[in-house]
């Protein structure tokens, strides 16, 4: 099973962040079609990545991601645009979070925590609080200044977080689909 966990949109977010993607397809002209969006019904916020595991550990995670994390609810902005890796030809473009960051860094601090006795490995990386709106078939050094150019300061959307959830990744050529496995709710 591929497993991740990850901050959930409602629909208001999602459409207001769709609306950004289609803005953004008109600004980029050309660029646009060696991009793959991400579909607004799928958009989310990874916390942890977990990757493959077998069932016996799907079970443990699942187990862990069904309790409740002692952490306030709170609210984040979606401002700006980025793209990874931060030099050469850009693979991913996304949208950052602006308010809330600091509680998303540490609400992914506290997952990953939480994910220990499952053997879970950590990212090595800082964590960078972002949303992915698409990734890049092929890109060019010089897609990374189109898309700078392209971003706002202005809020985009914005999201009450008030759970996790741990989701099933299904691949398939036309797509991933996620699958809910367990939710954990904010509670301070």
Known sequence: ???????????????????????????????????????PEQMHLTLVFIGSVDEARAAAIIELMSEDIAAKPFTMSFARLGVFPPHRAPSVLWLGVSDGARDAIELQRIVAERLDPAEVPR?????????????????????????LDASRD???ARAEVASVTLYQSHLSPSGSTYTPLARAALRA
């Not at 397809?25 to 646009?32: E, F, I």
């Not at 990386?125 to 972002?130: A, K, T």
């Not at 992915?132 to 897609?143: I, N, Q």
Request: hydrophobic fraction near 40%; glycine fraction near 2%; avoid cysteine.
């Open 1 to 39: 099973m591929r497993l991740f966990v990850a901050i959930d949109l409602d629909d208001v977010a999602r459409e207001a962040i769709a609306s950004e993607q289609t803005r953004l397809k008109r600004r980029l002209g050309r660029t646009d079609r060696s991009l793959r969006w991400a579909r």
């Open 123 to 147: 990212e090595r990386r800082p964590f960078h609080p972002h949303l992915t709106l698409a990734r890049w078939r092929a890109s060019k050094p010089s897609d990374r200044r189109l898309v």
């Open 154 to 156: 202005a809020e985009v």
